[in-house]
């Protein structure tokens, strides 16, 4: 259960200074735990920052920014039953160690194949009524049949929410309304490919064949008209005799009703039909099946949509878990070296971004800070990020230098097949023990160096060479510079200089240079000071692309 700014989160907290995704709580076998999600402002567990995953005990209470939760695993009996404090309000977040799970089992399988028939030409159409509104239905049905054939439909389908329990639930109501019918179908039309599957069926006396096939007039005509049919004593019709589907399943009478969306098209039909000349279906009950199909048609929908609610469901569930999976490529905190502090900041537009970091402990005490952004966003963006973290970790390992690290890198991405995907990358080594930083740029934003007098200089600008994954052969030049006590480094992406407000004015980089020139003198703090600018600067606009920011400053 995730808590932050982003909409999509479980739990939505409308303030500024909380990240998008802020903190989750999770469940693994019973137990639960609190985890900060790389957050801006930290999160606090009892009152204490917590860095790692925390596990949570009943009545602890949760701190984001300003607003404190109380955990509970069970639910609290009433006000009584919550931490008291007069420094806070407190909302409540209940877990539960078990979930209630109600299966409605099918009520019958469905039917085999759909055999149409060709040589339906005709058919013996008595009369048709218009299905799309109730207010067509004639008064001189009995109302109360058609008010019990109503109940009893929904009544059978109201307990089903998945699409195929609410088909066979509908025909097990129809077989009841209707005592005479001796088969029913129910067939849905695929918009894509235009041509209608069986979903449901049912025989009141089970046969050996049990291929139902149907008449494509009378099926083509409820589709397109909206127009719901009767046909009566199909067997003594002349256009019927030469029709295998009808004279093999002897049928004498029938009704069909389309099914329509909210639009008013077209989605399918509900067909019943008998096979006795002596129970003939009448017009007062295609007026009370014509009712029933109005329900229907919105019980149809309703479950089709709830289908899609549950397959979006699990795709921001998948998404949810590859955004934890790409986290995971992150470093866990920043490296510790004597004399130098590091800082960053990674938030994702999306679920999943493209934006990239890294802290790689090299031998001799050296240190390589990785930073770069991947064209595009979203999905394919995380996937092509998470190559880029495997393959540039390999090639700064076994290469003799940073440039002819970056080329390898570069080379292997132009090869991949990954199409016309590119990225600009930044990276530079840090030598603790000589205090120099070796820079080398791959067409991404200059690092940004401001000595300790507050002076700004960009750095490895003009020695940029393209992004990766542009041209296979490419050399890169590395420009070396000294650190001096109170120099500070910054390396960012275009999520930050490029952050727009909705006058569609940019925060840009002479704005990022005049902030930090002023900004605090702890790295951590001017990272998050950097980020806050941003937010101020665009006002709540929502923005498109992701955010990244590295920083590292010599101490002493």
């Known amino acids: 259960m995730v808590m932050g700014r982003h909409p999509q989160n479980a739990i939505v907290l409308d303030n500024v200074a909380v990240s998008r995704h802020h903190a989750r709580i ?59 404090s007069s420094d806070y309000s407190t909302s409540d977040v209940v877990a539960s160690g078990t979930s209630a799970k109600t299966v409605i089992e099918p009520v019958f399988t ?26 067509n239905f004639r008064l001189t049905v009995k109302p109360e049949v058609k008010l019990a054939a109503i109940l009893e439909i929904i009544k059978s389908v109201g307990e089903a929410l998945e699409l195929r329990s609410v088909l066979d639930r509908m025909l097990v109501g129809l077989f009841k309304v209707f005592p005479q019918a001796d088969d029913g179908f129910i067939v849905l039309l695929d918009r894509d490919t235009m041509k209608v599957t069986y979903q449901a069926t049912k025989f009141r006396n089970p046969r050996s064949d049990d291929r139902i096939r149907l008449s494509q007039t009378i099926l083509q005509q409820a589709i397109q008209t909206g127009d719901a049919i009767l046909s009566s004593d199909t067997l003594d019709d002349s256009r019927f005799q030469n029709s295998e589907s009808l004279a ?4 004498r009478s029938m009704m069909c009703v389309p099914l329509q969306d909210s639009d008013g098209k077209g989605v399918g039909v509900i067909q019943v039909d008998t096979s006795d000349i002596r129970q003939q279906f009448s017009q007062d009950d295609l007026d009370v099946l014509v009712s029933i199909g109005c329900h229907a ?76 952004d991947v064209a595009g966003k979203g999905i394919p963006a995380a996937l092509l990020m998470a190559r880029l973290y495997s393959a540039a970790r390999y090639h700064l390992l076994t290469s003799p230098s940073l440039s002819k690290a970056l080329e390898g890198l570069n080379g292997e991405i132009s090869t991949s097949g990954l199409g016309h995907r590119f990225i ?36 490895a600008r003009k020695e940029a060479g393209m992004p990766l994954g542009i041209v296979a052969e490419q050399e890169f030049d590395e420009v070396t510079l000294s650190l001096e006590i109170g120099d500070l480094c910054l390396f960012y992406t ?15 980089r002479k704005r990022l240079a005049a902030y930090v020139a002023e900004g605090p003198r702890s790295v951590d703090e001017l990272v998050k000071g950097i980020v806050t600018d941003v937010e101020k600067f665009c006002a709540g606009q929502t923005q498109s692309d992701d955010m990244c920011l590295v920083g590292l400053c010599r101490t002493r």
């Open 26 to 84: 999770l469940e693994n076998h019973g137990r639960f735990y609190f985890e900060d999600l790389r957050s801006r402002n930290g999160s606090f567990v009892n009152g204490t920052a917590i860095e790692r995953r925390v596990e949570l005990n009943d009545r602890d209470t949760l701190k984001i920014c300003d607003m404190v939760f109380s955990f509970h695993l069970k639910m609290p009996v009433g006000p009584s039953d919550l931490p008291s």
């Open 110 to 135: 469905p039917t085999p194949p759909i055999e149409n028939d060709p040589n339906s030409e005709a058919s013996s159409i008595l009369t048709t009524l218009s299905a799309g509104s109730g207010s």
């Open 297 to 372: 048609s919105v019980a149809v929908e309703n479950a089709a949509l709830h289908e899609q609610v549950l397959a979006q469901r699990e795709f921001h569930r998948d998404l949810e878990i590859a955004r934890q999976i790409q986290l995971g490529f992150l470093p866990n905190e920043p490296p510790k070296a004597d004399g130098y502090e590091f800082s960053e900041y990674y938030e994702a537009a999306q679920d999943v971004g493209g934006d990239y970091f890294d802290f790689i402990n090299l031998p001799n005490g050296r240190i390589a800070v990785a930073v770069g």
């Open 424 to 459: 600009t990358f930044s990276m530079a080594l840090l030598d603790v023990e000589e205090h120099t930083l070796t820079v080398v740029n791959a067409g991404h934003l200059p690092l940004l160096l401001r000595h300790a007098d507050g002076s700004i200089d960009w750095v």
């Open 494 to 508: 275009d999520g930050i200089t490029e952050a727009m407000r909705r006058d569609r004015e940019i925060y840009d």
């Open 248 to 251: 093999g399943l002897r049928i």
